[in-house]
C-alpha cells in the first residue's frame, strides 16, 4: 500500500519539496531582517541613552556648536541619528529585499 509506504515523504515532513526553497529564503530573509533592525535598535540606543544621559558628563567636557557634547545628544543628537538610521535602513532592506527577490 502506497499509504504505508515510508520512502514517499508526507506532505508536511521537512523533507524537500516546492516549498523547501522559499521557506529557507523566508527564514533567510527574516533573520537578515531581525539582524539589521537588532543593530540599528542598539547603536540609537547607545547614542540616545548612552550619549545623551550615561556618557553626558564625560562628553560635556567638548562642545560643539556653543553647547556642551553630551547636552547637544541628548537636544538634538539622538534625533539626527535616530533620522539617518531610518534612511540607512530603507536603503539596506531594499538591498536585501532585491537579494530575496521580494522587490517590488
Known sequence: MADNDPSVP???????????ETNQ????????????????????????????????EFLDQFSLGGYPLGFWFAQQGSIYVFVFLIFFYTAKMKKIERKYDLDD
Request: proline share 7%; no cysteine; aromatic share 16%.
Open 25 to 56: 529564503n523566508e527564514k533567510a530573509y527574516w533573520s537578515e531582517n531581525l539582524r539589521l533592525l537588532w543593530t540599528l535598535m542598539v547603536i540609537w540606543f547607545a547614542v540616545s541613552f548612552g550619549a545623551g544621559i550615561l556618557f553626558r
Open 10 to 20: 508526507e506532505p508536511n515532513d521537512g523533507g524537500p519539496g516546492p516549498d523547501s
